[in-house]
């Protein structure tokens, strides 16, 4: 190849590269600072330190919490300790974070919570789907909750060939579920690359114990997963396109897309407000700050709510937001009568009377 031919090449080649670069930086919100907006009543939940990622409240008031996750890039301040499920009682005046018991026959040293999702039957039994990273790996454990006793029996692990990097899952039925995928590739570098180039490979899934498969694709990163109250709406948080989907679920349990929230902030879990039907969304204003983690200039926490999430003009407003003096890298928000739990990837929790 001539020099020019050469020197020409590698002139695309960095322009792309830097154009790539600055495109990352834009997707992580990499010079966002957050504006405080402060709750009154509020304080860090006791036992909760190392992550809250996700969190599912009964229509009873008790709060299951996924702790403890390992996730390849993000902060870890107890990598050692296997994850856990607490619970929390939101009637109690005071309440308190408690471990559940696992029963016998689950593998608790390799236990790595992610996204979950309640689920009751018929009869009134309580059902936990937990997303598992055992070995880094995507797993779905069932789990039935047995109140009295404060536990978790394990009843089934499921595994899929659709079913990797799994992030949040919905359960919508009897063992029937959609699941985020949050990256294509499994590998932790090609997944790097992945972020870098943004191919909008990643997808949800539908999962029924007789047929699997991608219902809707196209996302840069699918993240959080929730259902609205009547549900016909699943609703569906793409990190780093920064947006909400709307979607409305079919008979077959295919997705149509009705419309897009596009806010400005990378969301995380979403869970809905069951007195409103609004989404709460818990969000990271700057997500360099989560992967270049420094404590003396830490991610912050930022919380939305969506209203009128149906209509023409969706009305988004900031239910709190701290730069990480408080509460760092916030994924996700749950209500019940008044009260609000504020989770986060690696970090405390916050427990708030609105
Ligand atoms: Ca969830
Ligand atoms: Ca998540």
Known sequence: MGKLATLTLLGASLAFLGQRFSA????????RE???????????????????????????????????????????????EPGRIFLMDLNEPAPKAQALKISDGFDTELFNPHGISTFINKEGTVYLYVVNHPHMEST??????????????HLKTIKHELLKSLNDIVVVGPEQFYATRDHY????????????????????VFYSPSEVKVVAKGFGSANGITVSRDQKYIYVADVTDKNIHVMEKQENWDLTQLKVIQLETLVDNLTVDPATGDILAGCHPNVLKLLNYDPKDPPGSEVLRIQNVLSDKPTVSTVYANNGSVLQGSSVASTYHGKILIGTVFHKALYCVL
């Not at 990352?24 to 010079?31: G, L, Q, V, Y």
């Not at 330190?49 to 902060?75: C, H, Q, R, V, W």
């Not at 454990?141 to 978790?152: C, G, N």
Request: charged share 25%; hydrophobic share 45%; with cysteine.
């Open 24 to 31: 990352f930086r834009e997707r992580m919100n990499a010079s």
């Open 34 to 80: 957050v504006e405080p907006v402060e709750l009154q009543h509020c304080h860090l939940i006791e036992k909760l330190e190392n992550g809250s990622e996700d969190i599912d409240i009964l229509p009873t008031g008790l709060a299951f919490i996924s702790t403890g996750l390992k996730y390849p890039g993000m902060p870890d301040f107890a990598p050692d």
């Open 140 to 153: 779905v454990e069932i789990f039935k909750f047995e109140e009295q006793q404060r536990s978790l029996v």
């Open 185 to 204: 590739f499994t590998n932790f570098f090609l997944a790097l690359l992945e972020m870098f180039l943004d191919p909008h490979w990643t997808y949800v």
